[in-house]
């Protein structure tokens, strides 16, 4: 494909080794889905459809794509297929919204790089009370993939993934599953 020093290029690069062997440690390892390199102020880009291409299109990572508050795909977040697999985004969160007010007040926080923390948050509120010893990174994966409140196409697409990420979704099938202790 590329150049096999180039980790985008090449699975067995020590780059996606290494995010192998975190995922089998039981570390949940999210990424942003990127955007489309353009300061886009008010959520939309004319340049979208940047393809995603590097640790954020690994196999055993969640990748992470925007949506804006209305649930809408936010024009800067890349799209699929990504280069390491081609399913990418896995999932969409909640970016460019008024939080930290890092930018000055008024301006948002935004890109893909705003949504993944609001996954990840969801990622760790999980994993107090369900530990990768009783929930795989893979389940989990999985299980936020299938949760995901779909936003598009049924099923995958390139735009939102799987969909977005939905909360209650996530607990109750989590609830469910172990309700018997299993």
Do not use: W
């Given at each position: 494909m590329g150049h096999p020093g180039n980790y985008s290029d090449n699975a067995a690069h020590p780059f996606n080794?290494?995010?192998?062997?975190?995922?089998?440690?039981?570390?949940?390892?999210?990424?942003?889905?990127?955007?489309?390199?353009?300061?886009?102020p008010d959520g939309?880009?004319?340049?979208?459809?940047?393809?995603?291409?590097?640790?954020?299109?690994?196999?055993?990572v969640l990748s992470v794509g925007g949506i804006d508050v209305n649930g809408e795909r936010v024009g800067y977040s890349s799209q699929g297929p990504g280069r390491l697999t081609a399913r990418k985004p896995d999932v969409c969160a909640y970016t460019h919204f008024l939080g930290s007010k890092a930018f000055g007040a008024g301006r948002p926080d935004s890109g893909t790089s705003?949504?993944?923390?609001?996954?990840?948050?969801l990622v760790a509120a999980v994993r107090s009370r369900w530990p990768a010893s009783r929930?795989?990174?893979?389940?989990?994966?999985?299980?936020?993939?299938?949760?995901?409140e779909d936003?598009?196409?049924?099923?995958?697409?390139?735009?939102?993934?799987?969909?977005?990420?939905?909360?209650?979704?996530?607990?109750?099938?989590?609830?469910?599953?172990?309700?018997?202790?299993?």
């Open positions: 080794l290494m995010v192998a062997a975190l995922d089998k440690a039981g570390a949940d390892v999210l990424f942003a889905a990127g955007n489309c390199g353009r300061d886009c939309r880009c004319a340049y979208s459809g940047r393809p995603i291409v590097g640790a954020n299109s690994h196999p055993k705003a949504a993944a923390p609001v996954a990840a948050g929930l795989s990174p893979a389940q989990l994966r999985a299980l936020l993939r299938r949760t995901a936003r598009s196409e049924v099923g995958f697409d390139y735009d939102y993934g799987y969909g977005t990420v939905d909360p209650a979704g996530i607990i109750a099938a989590l609830q469910k599953r172990f309700r018997n202790g299993a």
